[in-house]
């Protein structure tokens, strides 16, 4: 198996040497480029970063809350995966409900004052454990609203009822494979100005030849060291999972970025990534017994053989 770390690696350099020095949404600022694109050939192996440790668990656990057309984070909560925390957290803290200490700009602060960081930990580990234990709760504050398992799964139609994206692009798969129409979206324009946060990977289209299966996904906005690794796997694990369903082989991801930028608090980060040397990719084990995508739960996808570097902590622009 090859290494599949570098095309994301190049990228990175080239966003540090290369990129523009820009404000953003959150008051952190980035370095970025516009329009970037990164391939990876999965028959060559998982394309997982090795350079640092990517929790896979995490990956496989968001994929399969999209996949069920699920946006609460209860789910997310009951396998341990905190990455959507801040945005239903958000909700809570904002609502006339709340009474607890102020949390106004919780992202920014906690980075800059110790003594409010401890104070936003205690917060929200109350309230993940309440949104764990408190059903009623979790239905008004653990609901992210119209995000990707929303948008997938149950597009809601001018005249009533729903759209099953996922659903309709498999049956299209199977039956017109040649189609130039093989199209996932989860752009709302309606939805964007009331929306928390607009979809950051807000296409994908799939690509049949030779009896392979491709994906190219649009992201719009790319936040290279922490977004980036997260969805270079998921999207490859979403290819696999439905080229198993279509009776497929595995093809090329094709990850094509609008901003790609990293965050002036990750720059440290990268260049100690920069520094490392990438092992050979892993393979991807999908239980032989699952053939549909619906009926994938965590313990029916493995990676044999992940060999990385130790985790690089960075903080998470909000
Ligand atoms: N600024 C920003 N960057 C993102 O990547 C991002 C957002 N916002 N908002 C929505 C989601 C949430 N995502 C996240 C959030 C946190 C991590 C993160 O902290 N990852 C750590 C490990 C976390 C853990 O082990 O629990 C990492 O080292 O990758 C990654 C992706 C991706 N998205
Ligand atoms: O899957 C994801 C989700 C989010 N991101 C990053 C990209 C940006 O840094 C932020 C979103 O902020 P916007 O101002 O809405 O662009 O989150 C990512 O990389 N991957």
Redesign the pocket.
């Known amino acids: 198996m090859a290494n599949q770390d570098q095309a994301y690696l190049d990228l990175l350099k080239k966003i540090m040497t290369e990129g523009n020095d820009k404000n ?2 959150t008051g952190t600022g980035t370095r970025s480029l516009f329009g970037a694109q990164m391939r990876f050939d999965l028959s060559q192996g998982f394309p997982i970063l090795t350079t640092k440790r990517v929790p896979f668990g995490l990956i496989k656990s968001e994929l399969l809350w999209f996949l069920r057309g699920d946006t609460n984070i209860r789910f997310l909560l009951e396998h341990k995966n905190h990455i959507w925390d801040e945005w239903a957290f958000k909700n809570w803290v904002t609502s006339p409900e709340y009474q607890g200490p102020d949390m106004t700009d919780f992202g920014l602060r906690s980075q800059k004052d110790p003594g409010f960081k401890a104070v936003y930990d205690e917060e929200m580990k109350k309230f993940c454990q309440r949104i764990l234990d408190d059903e009623a709760f979790a239905q008004k504050y653990g609901n992210l609203g119209d995000v990707y398992g929303a948008q997938w799964r149950h597009w809601g139609k001018r005249d009533g009822g729903f759209i099953d994206q996922i659903a309709d692009v498999i049956e299209q798969i199977n039956t017109n494979p040649d189609s130039r129409r093989l199209i996932v979206t989860a752009w709302n324009p309606e939805d964007v100005p009331s929306s928390a ?2 979809p ?2 807000v296409l994908f289209q799939f690509y049949v030849a030779d009896g392979k299966l491709s994906l190219q996904l649009y992201q719009r ?3 290279m060291f922490l ?2 690794p ?2 270079i796997a998921s999207y490859s694990l979403l290819l696999s999972l439905i080229a198993r369903e279509t009776g497929l082989e595995v093809g090329e991801f094709v990850h094509t970025i609008g901003d790609a ?1 990293i965050y002036k608090n990750h720059f440290a980060q990268v260049e100690e990534q920069l520094k490392r040397t990438p092992f050979d990719a892993p393979t991807l084990w999908l239980n032989p017994e699952k053939k549909k995508v619906a009926d994938f739960e965590m313990a029916d996808i493995k990676l044999v053989n992940y060999q990385h570097g130790s985790t690089i902590k960075a903080p998470v ?1 909000v």
């Open positions: 953003d949404r946060l607009p950051c990977h906005s790319g936040d977004g980036v997260f969805n930028h622009a």
